[in-house]
């Protein structure tokens, strides 16, 4: 018999306790609302060949920040998936794109963000840069718009707005171009 339920209804994330240890799963559509438990996560900002970063607009219909300008792709691990294994697996998803020189670069960034309409992000979310060369195919119930952007112009913008972005982009940038600096050369990310 085919199930009747969607991906994102069966979808587990990883709850975890205060020291950031697994503690057990919960489905995500039954997540996130106005208590979120401390859950794991991760960002990715993929960069292309130049050094720019695409930067993506949220889906309208999404549940938390419809609309809002953030970093390349998020998502939740599976309970037992490789952190990495799990960024490729949601670029994938929703940009469309293969991606290669997967780094880490904030291994221990935790968040909490509560959205206009009251519901809480509570994030343990490693944060990683990736490169492609592919051109994307954003999935249009994760992403309604999408741009290359120079990475110091949108450090810029960031540290001068941080409210025109995602409230983790908004604290994941600045971090980033500590890291980084706010010039991406040719080799990097």
């Known amino acids: ?10 979808e587990l994330v990883v709850l975890l306790d205060e ?7 919960a ?5 996130h609302h106005g208590s ?9 900002y993929v960069f ?3 050094g720019r970063v695409l930067v993506t607009r949220r889906a309208l219909d999404k549940r938390t ?5 953030t970093n390349s792709c998020c998502g939740h691990p599976s309970p037992g998936e490789d952190p990495e294994g799990a960024v490729h697996r949601r670029v994938a998803q929703e940009l469309g794109i293969g991606i290669d020189d997967v780094r880490l670069r904030l291994a221990d960034f935790r968040y909490r963000a509560v959205d206009v309409t009251g519901v809480v992000e509570n994030e343990v979310c490693p944060v990683y840069t990736a490169v492609t060369a592919d051109t994307i195919r954003p999935d249009p119930a994760e992403t309604v718009d999408s741009t290359w952007v120079d990475w110091s112009d949108f450090v810029s913008l960031v540290r001068r707005t941080p409210w025109a972005v995602s409230p983790w982009a908004a604290e994941q940038v600045p971090l980033l171009a500590d890291q980084l600096g706010e010039r991406i050369s040719r080799e990097e990310p």
């Open 48 to 50: 292309d060949r130049a």
């Open 36 to 44: 979120t438990p401390l859950h794991l996560a991760f960002s990715c």
């Open 27 to 31: 489905p995500k559509a039954e997540v």
């Open 19 to 25: 020291t950031a240890k697994p503690v057990g799963t």
């Open 65 to 69: 920040w419809p609309g809002v300008w």
């Open 1 to 10: 018999m085919k199930s009747t339920l969607s991906a994102s209804e069966t």
